[in-house]
């Protein structure tokens, strides 16, 4: 027999029970730091310095919190429309190729042309690379977390293909393209602040981190404020309703995937087109999957996601320098800490939900 849903104040459930959950596991990471002898006080401090402590640990911060955002912002919109798009690593993927064939192909243009077409063309293939799982579903009945785990596979071994056989750089012994042209690669921040007085160290954060913050935006104006963000959540909320209404939700379906893996794209550009400035074999380093984590503890709303993907770029930042400080908490001790994270605010959700409606039962009759 399943539990009775907890029903809780729109602010509880967005801003408490993600607040609560990252409380439970960093007290349980802690004690696995205790566990191998090290201050989780301590470790939290050098965590925090690393990623915040200064301009070079906040510029790294940011460039990992933008491919958590782009991830994060990919799982919520299928998440609105009853879908969970678990293919963001074979839409950025896609994506990256797609970015990467422009370039070849636009690289004569001017770069108020080259960018934004190599960028659009990033988006377009992540698109195209979630409407095919969202047109198995609605078209075919398959369903779209099985179709997206397959289509990862397939795009993992189509560009290993491409970089080897295809698309590769001549005389390298890596699986890379040849470096993309100048007027095609996004600006480092350091230097597109330059201009403006800011002398700032130099890091992978680039002008990706402006578009992951458009595309926050964007999909709240999406999801709350038009027609199709209302005929998506009608549909994730409930698809025969939808239907009695005149909303098509296989409609919805395809074009709440194709949106979603757009957003995949975002982390090609920054990949990509912000840092590597050429495509290099698994560019996407997990980040997809991270992000699946990202939007269940955002709660799929656009300022929970920036909010958890600047958690997770803090980890992952703090992380890298702490086990370089401490050599007993190993990068994979930090991996473990992110795994809990992600636990606890995936699968223990509820636990934390009813925990949280006590408490303010509680408050309650106190007050």
């Known amino acids: 027999m399943s539990a009775a849903p907890v029903d809780l ?14 409380a439970a596991a960093l007290l349980v990471a802690g004690l696995v730091v205790v566990g191998i002898g090290e201050s989780p006080l301590e470790a939290t401090a050098l965590l925090l310095r690393g990623s915040l402590g200064s301009a070079e640990g906040i510029g790294f911060t940011l460039y990992y919190t933008t491919n958590f955002i782009f991830t994060g912002l990919a799982v919520a919109v299928a998440y609105h429309a009853g879908l969970f798009n678990i293919g963001g690593e074979g839409q950025a993927t896609i994506a990256g190729l797609c970015a990467a064939l422009a370039c070849t192909v636009l690289g004569a243009l001017p770069g108020f042309l080259a960018a934004p077409l190599a960028i659009l063309a990033a988006a377009a ?13 609605a078209r075919r009945g398959s369903h779209v977390v099985i179709t997206t785990i397959m289509l990862n596979f397939v795009a993992a071994t189509l560009i290993v293909y491409l970089l080897r056989e295809v698309m590769g750089k001549a005389g390298s012994m890596q699986p890379e393209t040849p470096d993309f042209p100048a007027s095609a690669v996004l600006l480092p921040m350091h230097k597109l602040l330059a201009p403006l007085g800011l002398k700032l ?3 992978p954060l680039n002008s990706a981190f402006l578009l992951a913050l458009a595309a926050l935006a964007a999909v709240w104006l999406l999801i709350w404020r038009t027609r199709l963000g209302y005929a998506i959540r009608t549909v994730g909320a409930n698809p025969h309703a939808a239907a009695y209404a005149g909303i098509s939700p296989a409609r919805i379906t395809m074009v709440a995937m194709a949106i979603s893996g757009a957003l995949a794209g975002g982390l090609a550009v920054n990949e990509a087109l912000g840092v590597q400035h050429r495509l290099v074999l698994d560019f996407t380093a997990g980040y997809g999957f991270v992000g699946i984590a990202v939007a269940l503890m955002g709660r799929a709303h656009p300022v929970g996601v920036g909010l958890a993907a600047l958690l997770f ?9 702490l086990s370089f400080d401490k050599p007993a908490i190993t990068r994979d001790m930090v991996v473990v800490i992110g795994g809990v994270l992600i636990l606890f605010a995936g699968a223990l959700d509820g636990l934390f939900r009813r925990a949280v409606a006590v408490l303010l039962r509680v408050g309650r009759r106190t007050g």
Request: hydrophobic fraction near 45%.
């Open 9 to 22: 104040p729109r602010w509880a459930d967005t801003a408490l029970v993600p607040l609560v959950s990252v």
């Open 125 to 137: 293939g992540g698109a195209l690379y979630g409407l095919i799982p969202g047109w198995l579903q």
């Open 201 to 203: 160290p130099a890091t």
């Open 313 to 321: 770029g803090i980890l992952y930042q703090g992380g890298a320098e």
